[in-house]
């Protein structure tokens, strides 16, 4: 017996309910974009500047006192939060520190991490610094620059490709749902304020990634059933592409799902954050190539008659030959 | 047909072979690196047979452990040096016709980096401009053809002298490269492995050593400027507050970090000898026993000290590091030999500090430290152990699922998602890229996503067979259908892998590396290595029919 995601023959109506998707994701977006507006990210020390301090005991970690040590330091902002992974062992007590850029520091001084560290030794003599980061505010400055740039550029470039092998609608509904998946998920990174740095921005461009992937799948079938069905209802065409494709769509979530659950669990608390960014980009990467792309598609009309221009614009590849 | 030509076979098997042994020094990590050490060295090597390759992975920081700098050069400064250097030479050309352009002085309060002289009498203000401009040099560059090194204007009753903006960017050019060649010197003094000295963008250098315990060694080291002078003492003060007339200096006297300095030296501003004529210097210890640096100068630097302290036996210099007086000693007899020793209150680590700092040379320009992390050796481990781990585990559940879904079809992409994380490997110690944190992530992403091709053919040979051709036919017809969506979604992922490695850096940059080459190796194991797989399987069994 195989297994089987999707029983051979399904045929959903997913545009059914089409307003109802489109309005549930233009609701989340607003959602999210509120959410951004009022509490804003949690932004690591690459975007904000500042000093953090991985720190590690034997004892267990009470946090006021930790507050206590440094309080008399009159470093401003002082965030510690405790660290907690299946993988620590017994005596091994870890917790993030994170201290404002001080006033006036264009770049990092080493005076401050310095008296940090003297005060925290001075509560706890076995605590160690496994790591110390420190990024000026200058740089900090540039990097959310370069980040945004990043962003825009890869999603322009993906407009591009889709416009040059499809057709301007696919590539505005392309970007639409990737638009939509970048909003969703800065909003919820500012919903529960996980700290938001570089190696986002990195997960964020590879959920652009996968879900264009995703997308294009879909797109891809949508063109060659235009082509074999030209009479059929475009709702229709639509509606039996997203179903041929369904089994192949929800395979590729299930592994990739796997990888990022076995790396979200075992990889560490170092990266867990930017595996949590993946998986939620995985799944409404999925749910918006399915819901929001095609029915994007739907709502702007496409040509029809794909017969002579598509071998033309050499839209197609040759046949393989392994 | 389902046919694949000998020769595209072997070339097929060939690369995965090629690949697999590419990737086979990673497994026994610890045992190559000693070998490869070794081979270094010039020793004899052993525990790794030679007739197989020996690349390796480079380990990031964040895995490896070590020290991460950014650093912003101060070119300002040497522009500021420059012109100061300026004036000894412009002094004596307007002195040799001081009839004609009367009493001159060097104005106190000129803006940064420019060189202002103030003149008593108008009249001989046009003479000055005109010398000074004489004295111009032209700058060989590609950009500024016929321009000179400096710009002289003319005030009421001051002339200003400037560096031109060919010369600042020449000045510019040549500090960032002697600022990264004195890094590099500095660094492999202190000898660690495989430090990473990079220029970045037009002011700024990384710097990434590998196994130090914190930032703030490497910055000790690399921070300093390192800049000795030999310069005349005019006058000792003792508050910083006094009123250095113009050319002269105020700077304190050298203390242990904390402690505030008592006493002040009123200086010339233009050294008698400096750091830069050095040849050698040597950790030592004075007749007191004390930590001393023993120096000795190059034959210029020797004459010119030789005759500054002939001719003021009696008078005290001062020996000025980094803008600090160590010692300002009496000179008690004529200095021939050119060489000497410089006395303080150092530790014997500092002695041997300042004796490397001074062998490898003054940085032109003072470092301003942007960015900095340190990551601890333990907590790199602890990321590799856990990665290794998840990847293992995702492997695992991604072939089993695999074959729960696609039986024997799922076993050959099986084969093929086992070779293409060799491949992965393989390639990153073929061009030595560097593994991150992030970039585990991406193997592992890679792991999930690289099916994605064999599911995207076998949901299409699923299809075909429903249309019943036969089973070879179909096989066919899924692999030509599925490829043009196959290269577009590859395609618009490598976009993004790209934009990513363009943009990024460190740890991101390693993420882009594993999954751009993790998009490469999937898609020649989804398209090649499977259907390779399966024609030798189909040649040999000739099914009837088949189930995917």
Known sequence: MRLRLVKQGTNIDFFSRAKLWLGISGFMMVLAVVSFMVQGLNFGIDFQGGTSIRTQAEAPIVVSEYRDAIEPLELGDVSITEVFDPSFEENQNVAMIRIQAQEGEESVTNETIGQVQTALQAMDPTLTFTAVESVGPKVSGELIQTAFIAVALAVLAILLYIWLRFEWQFAVGAVLALVHDVVLTVGVFSELQIKFDLAIIAAILTIVGYSINDTVIVYDRVRENLRKYKKKDLKDVLNISINETLSRTLMTSVTTMLALLSLFILGGDVIRGFVFAMMWGVLIGTYSSIFVATAILLVLGVKRDWSKKAVAAGTRYGDIDA | ?548
């Open chain 2, 1 to 548: 047909m389902l046919h694949i030509s000998a020769t595209k076979q072997v070339m097929i098997w060939l690369t995965v072979v090629v690949g697999l042994l590419l990737a086979l020094p990673n497994g026994f990590y610890g045992q190559v690196e000693s070998y490869n050490d070794a081979v270094e060295a010039g020793e004899e090597a052993t525990g790794w047979p030679s007739f197989l390759p020996s690349g390796l992975v480079n380990l990031g920081l964040d895995l490896r452990g070590g020290a991460h700098l950014l650093a912003e050069v101060q070119v300002e400064d040497a522009h500021e040096t420059l012109i100061e250097s300026l004036w000894p030479e412009i002094r004596q050309a307007l002195g040799a016709e001081r009839a004609t352009i009367g009493p001159f002085r060097q104005s106190a309060d000129a803006p940064p980096a420019t060189l202002r002289i103030q003149f008593q009498e108008t009249d001989g203000i046009d003479r000055a401009v005109e010398i000074i401009r004489g004295l111009a040099r032209p700058v060989q560059s590609l950009t500024g053809v016929g321009a000179s090194d400096i710009e002289v204007t003319r005030g009421s009753n001051f002339v200003t002298v400037e560096l031109s903006e060919a010369e600042k960017a020449n000045i510019n050019e040549r500090t960032m490269q002697q600022s990264l060649e004195i890094i590099r010197r500095r660094i492999d003094e202190v000898g660690t492995r495989e430090p990473t000295i990079q220029r970045q963008g037009a002011e700024r250098i990384l710097v990434q050593v590998p196994g130090v315990g914190s930032a703030q060694e490497v910055k000790d080291i690399i921070g300093t400027t390192a800049q000795l002078n030999f310069q005349p003492v005019v006058s000792i003060a003792s508050s910083p507050d006094g009123i250095a007339g113009p050319g002269n200096e105020i700077l304190p006297e050298a203390t242990p970090d904390g402690v505030e300095p008592s006493v002040y030296y009123v200086l010339e501003r233009t050294p008698v000898v400096s750091g830069e004529e050095l040849v050698d210097a040597q950790p030592s210890f004075d007749q007191n026993g004390s930590p001393a640096v023993n120096f000795r100068f190059n034959v210029s630097g020797a004459r010119k000290f030789g005759d500054y302290t002939l001719e003021n036996i009696g008078q005290p210099f001062a020996i000025v590091l980094d803008d600090e007086v160590i010692s300002a000693p009496t000179i008690q007899s004529h200095i021939a030999g050119g060489s000497g020793i410089i006395t303080g209150n150092f530790s014997v680590e500092e002695s041997t500090n300042l004796a490397v700092l001074l062998r490898a040379g003054a940085l032109p320009a003072e470092l301003e430290f942007l960015e900095e992390r340190t990551i601890g050796p333990e907590l790199g481990q602890d990321s590799i152990d856990a990665g290794q781990i998840a990847c293992i585990v995702a492997g695992i559940m991604v072939l089993i699922f695999m074959f729960l879904s696609y039986g024997l079809f799922g076993l050959f992409a099986n084969v093929a998602l086992i070779v293409n994380v060799a491949l992965i490997f393989g390639l990153l110690s073929l061009i030595g890229a560097t593994l991150t944190l992030p970039g585990i992530a991406g193997i592992v992403l890679t792991i999930g996503m690289a099916v994605d091709a064999n599911v995207i053919v076998f949901e299409r040979i699923r299809e075909e067979l429903r249309t019943a051709k036969g089973p070879a036919r179909a096989i066919e017809l899924g692999y030509e259908k599925a490829l043009s969506s196959i290269l577009d979604a590859n395609i618009t992922t490598f976009i993004t892998a790209t934009i990513l490695f363009v943009m990024g850096s460190g740890p991101v940059r390693g993420f882009a590396i594993t999954l751009g080459l993790g998009i490469i190796t999937s898609l020649f194991t989804a398209i090649f290595v499977t259907r390779a797989l399966i024609a030798i399987w189909f040649a040999r069994r000739r099914p009837k029919t088949i189930e995917v």
